[in-house]
């Protein structure tokens, strides 16, 4: 490429360093290509930038409640959005360097070597015109005037110091010396010095995406925490003022409540649990738990008082279909007598014998076994007539079979609270243990609130949160 304006290396060199991102040492020497693809490259990590610090700001602010999940894939787009923004300018600035860098190694020498004019052109020396020239050699001159006599005399007749004055005047005036060339560089030292700058680029930018990276690894977003901590709230203070699991557990063995009624503990009892296991999971992974230590504590106390009051969430609806069923038999059971039928009879130790327990149904099968010696002695004695010479002894064995099968139910029944223990009689300690490290949580919030979120209030500066 010939280029007509003088052109300098250092000039082009300098816009590199610090302007190189637009490609302004290109346009200076009219590399139209190179310069559209920086300026192409800075723009696109810019709006790519631009797009994720958008994306940030929605997740950010976003009612949690209604988008949760989105709010959580949006957070993650945007971090990978601007990593890559990140990447796109680090790569066009390295690439602006290392241009910039050859620019300087190979100076107005090299510039001058692809056609561009230079303030000091590098030329071979000049040969000096008036130096005398030892190679040539005058031909006599045979087609020559013959020189008259007189001339001649007369030239011999010139005095000596004339003589001497022409030829001293004849004498070319010395001309100063051209500029010495500037020697190229070293293409091997040029190769190490090109090396050294592109390594020491890349671990300046090495080093300044390693503080972007742990500045946002070690960002806490306590916002996060505090929506989640806040929905669960609401289930704790539900679980903390509802009873109905309590009665589940003190009414097991009551006979005097009713089925219909006991059921409904049951069914609310589950309600009041209900997804709390996966709250307290969610509310476990977000960063203000993870990075806070303070608060970690605190929701570790409040998760030991939770789970050894309340199971996971299959185990505790298994305990609770256990204690159904056996208040179901116990309901079924009080309602028997001796002059039920066999069928309701079976049909109360059925509700344990398939219960799908083995305790409960190998106490079922016994319990049918040893009332149904009881029923068949009642039932022989009340046949029998007054008359009957065996009638006093077919009472005895009545007896007998009923002391048996009421021994047998002393000595084998379940405990159904050993069996699948449970204990709701006192919420208060995993109440209070939520309670304060929701405080805390609250407190840390507010010395690190996110303006944008609008999850708290604010008036005159001091932020509120509830």
Not at 10 to 18: E, N, W
Not at 51 to 59: E, L, R, T
Not at 161 to 183: E, G, I, M, N
Request: with cysteine.
């Amino acid at each position: 490429m010939q280029n007509t304006k003088i052109k300098s290396a250092t000039v082009a060199g300098i816009l590199g360093l610090f302007l190189g991102q637009f490609g302004a040492h290109n346009w200076y020497l009219g590399k139209k290509k190179q310069g559209i693809a920086h300026v192409c490259l800075f723009a696109a990590s810019m709006i790519i930038m631009v797009i994720a610090m958008f994306m940030a700001m929605s997740a950010t602010s976003s009612p949690y409640s209604y988008y949760r999940a989105a709010t959580s894939g949006t957070a993650n787009i945007s971090v990978a959005l601007f990593f890559l923004a990140l990447f796109i300018m680090m790569g066009n600035a390295i690439w602006a360097l290392v241009e910039a860098i050859i620019l300087f190694a190979q100076g107005d020498a090299g510039l001058a070597a692809k056609g561009y004019a230079v303030a000091t052109p590098y030329t071979a020396a000049p040969v000096n015109p008036a130096a005398p020239s030892t190679n040539t050699t005058s031909a006599p001159n045979t087609n020559a005037t013959p020189v008259t006599t007189a001339s001649t005399a007369a030239s011999a007749q010139t005095p000596a110091s004339t003589t001497q004055s022409t030829v001293a005047a004849a004498q070319p005036v010395p001309t100063p010396a051209a500029p010495k060339p500037k020697q190229p560089m070293n293409p091997a030292t040029k190769k190490k010095i090109i090396i050294g700058c592109v390594i020491g680029a890349v671990a300046i930018i090495a080093i300044v995406v390693a503080c972007v990276v742990i500045a946002i690894v070690s960002h806490v977003d306590y916002g996060e925490t505090y929506r989640q901590a806040k929905d669960l709230k609401e289930d704790v203070g539900e679980l903390y003022t509802n009873y109905d699991c309590a009665r589940v557990v003190s009414s097991v063995d009551s006979d005097w409540t009713s089925e219909s009624t006991y059921n409904k503990y049951i069914d609310s009892c589950k309600d009041a649990t209900d997804g709390i296991d996966e709250k307290i999971a969610e509310l476990e992974k977000t960063a203000g738990i993870r990075k806070d230590s303070a608060l970690s504590t605190a929701f570790d106390k409040f998760k030991k008082e939770y789970t050894a009051m309340v199971p996971n969430a299959d185990e505790l609806n298994s305990k609770l279909d256990l204690y159904k069923t056996w208040h179901s038999y116990v309901v079924a059971v009080d309602d028997l007598s001796a002059s039920d039928t066999d069928a309701k009879i079976q049909s109360a130790a059925n509700i344990l014998i398939n219960s799908g327990n083995d305790s409960f149904k190998t106490y079922g099968e016994g319990w049918l076994e040893q009332t149904m010696n009881y029923v068949r002695a009642y039932r022989a004695y009340q046949n029998s007539s007054y008359s009957d010479p065996n009638r006093s002894q077919l009472r005895d064995d009545m007896y007998t079979k009923q002391s048996a099968q009421r021994t047998w139910v002393s000595e084998n029944k379940p405990d159904i609270k050993e069996l699948a223990p449970l204990d709701f009689s006192d919420t208060t300690a995993m109440y209070n243990a939520y309670r304060d490290f929701y405080e805390l949580l609250t407190a840390t919030y507010e010395e690190h609130y996110n303006s944008g979120s609008g999850d708290c209030s604010e008036l005159r500066g001091v932020v509120y949160c509830s």
